[in-house]
């Protein structure tokens, strides 16, 4: 495959192991997994299949504090802090089933969340006779006062806890986390941030945000192979949350110096090879200057993203600029089957992106990742015209 040069940066397509014949512009859903990151987790598999025992009870755990490290390290945490999960779903239901909520408490949000997330909280809401309030955010949003006090306007005297994505899974949008929080923080609130989007997207500084409990994948923007993902929580809040799934960990026979780790990291048998490739994530991104080749996509973004304005005269659902936008861009549509468009662009384009939904408004939503070259959008945007002549699909002026 032709490693093509773009803005004077080589794109990387020759180190990933996506299919040539697919237009690949949905990186956000699980990301992907460069070779050489991949080799690294099928050698781990490997070590572990020889020596099963000494792996899993020796070598694999100091691969697995060493993984930690790395990993505090570059989201800026205290290690201790960290824990390695299998992906958020796993993270959020460790803390909520766990959380004392009481009867009338309310947790506030925005009804911009990721629908996993948004059963979660119904579930453990439901059943603790708490209630799950979601703000409705005025789309386009016009700047970050107006998305604020919109979100503050579904806080009432029972408000408990926020929780809030740093970058929105459907609307692929940035939000001012850092204001929410702080502003959380003054009201007395738990401040819980869904950040699945966030490391390897754009800068994340746990210590700095201050959050009291946040997730993050590391097998989407980071390129970890699927299933390593974290839970953070700041060390007041360690002592109530429970392990999800009760094991050795749990009232342990040799307690290491922290419960919580104790608690979430032992819990059963299980291949945990994902998460001993963070490291070698990290290095990857460090040798290649992973900085700058977000910063090339975030403009490449920003580009298509003015591009697609212009010639289907839409309506962009935030300003477009780096303030809430990153690799991901989310084109609002009108159509009558979402279903049957994304099989069509799949199959009949050739083209994987994801059409999603938040609440009645629907988006195509493409990503920008280092493969990607304007002619994968070029392609976007020529199918994009096919449907909208054959009126499967309108755009939102
Ligand atoms: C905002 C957000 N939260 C959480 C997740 C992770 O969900 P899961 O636990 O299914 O990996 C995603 C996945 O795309 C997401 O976009």
Redesign the pocket.
């Known amino acids: 495959m032709l490693c093509l040069i773009f803005g004077g940066m080589k794109n990387f397509q020759d180190h990933f192991l996506l299919d040539d014949n697919v237009n690949f512009l949905n990186f956000?859903?699980f990301g992907a997994c460069p070779k050489e990151i991949f080799e690294e987790y099928q050698q781990i598999q490997l070590q572990l299949e020889r020596e099963p025992v000494k792996f899993i009870t020796d070598t694999g755990m100091k691969l697995l504090e060493n993984a930690r490290r790395n990993l505090a390290n570059y989201v800026a945490c205290d290690p201790d802090d960290v824990v390695f999960v299998t992906?958020?779903?796993?993270a959020?239901n460790t803390v909520i089933r766990s959380l004392q909520l009481k009867e009338g408490d309310e947790v506030l949000t925005t009804n911009l969340?990721?629908g996993?997330?948004d059963r979660t909280w119904n579930y453990y809401c439901r059943q603790k006779g708490a209630k799950y309030v979601r703000s409705k955010i005025s789309l386009p949003i016009i700047d970050k006062e107006t998305f604020i006090a919109d979100f503050w306007r579904g806080y009432t005297e029972r408000t408990k806890v926020l929780f809030v994505?740093h970058?929105?899974?459907a609307t692929g949008l940035i939000l001012p986390v850092e204001e929410i929080v702080a502003e959380a923080k003054r009201r007395g609130l738990l401040t819980i941030v869904?950040g699945?989007?966030v490391p390897g997207h754009i800068s994340l500084d746990l210590n700095q945000l201050d959050a009291d409990i946040y997730?993050g994948?590391c097998h989407?923007w980071m390129m970890a192979p699927k299933g390593a993902?974290f839970l953070h929580v700041k060390r007041e809040h360690q002592k109530w949350i429970d392990p999800l799934v009760i094991s050795w960990g749990y009232q342990s026979d040799f307690p290491s110096h922290s419960q919580f780790l104790d608690y979430h990291q032992t819990n059963g048998t299980r291949d945990f090879s994902a998460f001993l490739t963070v490291p070698k994530c990290i290095a990857f991104m460090e040798e290649h200057n992973w900085t700058d080749v977000s910063k090339s996509c975030k403009k490449m973004n920003l580009q298509v993203a003015d591009e697609l304005r212009t010639k289907f005269n839409i309506t962009p659902i935030s300003p477009v600029n780096e303030e809430w936008l990153g690799q991901l861009f989310s084109i609002p549509i009108h159509t009558s089957d979402p279903q049957v468009l994304y099989s069509h662009l799949v199959n009949e384009f050739g083209i994987q992106i994801p059409v999603t939904r938040n609440e009645d408004h629907i988006f195509i939503r493409y990503s920008v990742q280092t493969f990607n070259t304007h002619q994968n959008y070029e392609m976007l945007m020529d199918a994009l015209m096919v449907l909208q002549r054959r009126g499967q699909l309108d755009f939102m002026g």
């Open positions: 956000g859903s992906n958020p779903s796993y959020m969340e990721y996993a997330m994505s970058i929105t899974s869904d699945a989007h997730t994948a989407k993902s």
